[in-house]
């Protein structure tokens, strides 16, 4: 069956270190990745999207983004988390052949000092 | 900057009643979604418009989900009637045109609690 996996439910990292947050998908053909942030009583914001092409992905707020064909996964990375960033973490493909986004069931980011 | 606008922020109701959530895309975005996510759970596509006709509402509960979006610019989700499993979080999102091309824009959300 088709789906996205997040596998940590909770992270939590120090301020100032780096993160990496997972996101392996199952599809028969390379589907486009998404990676979006959720923030306490905000929507959705996207950070970063991979259709094609170069295979590491830079996006907003100094996030990055390496898809791994491979490895049937997309991580989400950052050098150095900031407090700002705790917030949820949602991976989202969609598979080329129709127009729907399927979202994983998210990553909370917990930034101690 | 533009937003996209939900209203209420927060819905309490009793199961059996009717409920109705408002979303305002941006202004000139001609595709609007509603999502529904679960407590501890990704968003899922409930519905999704392209101008005023509906493209895909293969996830939406017929027998008791409904939305609308007669001039192709705001929106309206109802549910009638509530029943418990509905609780949730309905987003609203919208994008210039189709996903793969253009950001989709979320709105806050509505936070719907059935008792």
């Known amino acids: 069956a088709q789906s996205v996996t997040q596998p940590d439910i909770h992270i939590t990292v120090s301020e100032g270190a780096s993160l990496e947050l997972r996101c392996n998908y199952s599809y028969g053909a390379t589907p486009y990745l998404f990676w979006y942030v959720q923030s306490p009583g905000q929507g959705l914001q996207l950070l970063l999207k991979?259709?094609?092409?170069?295979?590491l992905v830079q996006g907003i707020k100094g996030f990055e983004a390496e898809f791994k064909r491979s490895q049937s996964s997309f991580n989400l990375r950052k050098p150095s988390v900031h407090w700002s960033d705790a917030a949820e973490y949602f991976c989202?493909?969609?598979?080329?052949?129709?127009?729907?986004?399927?979202f994983g069931t998210g990553t909370r980011l917990l930034v101690s000092p | 900057e533009a937003e996209v606008a939900q209203s209420p922020r927060y819905k309490i109701t009793e199961k059996s009643q009717a409920v109705a959530f408002w979303c305002d895309p941006i202004s000139g975005h001609a595709t609007l979604y509603w999502y529904r996510q679960i407590l501890g759970q990704g968003p899922e596509l409930l519905v999704q418009f392209q101008d005023e006709s509906v493209v895909d509402d293969s996830q939406l509960p017929k027998d008791r989900f409904s939305a609308e979006r007669l001039k192709g610019v705001d929106s309206t989700l109802k549910i009638q009637p509530a029943e418990l499993g509905d609780s949730a979080m309905y987003l609203c999102a919208s994008s210039f045109g189709d996903y793969m091309t253009y950001e989709q824009y979320f709105g806050p959300g509505t936070r719907l609690t059935v008792t």
């Open positions: 989202a493909v969609a598979p080329q052949s129709f127009q729907k986004l399927v």
């Open positions: 991979y259709f094609s092409g170069d295979t």
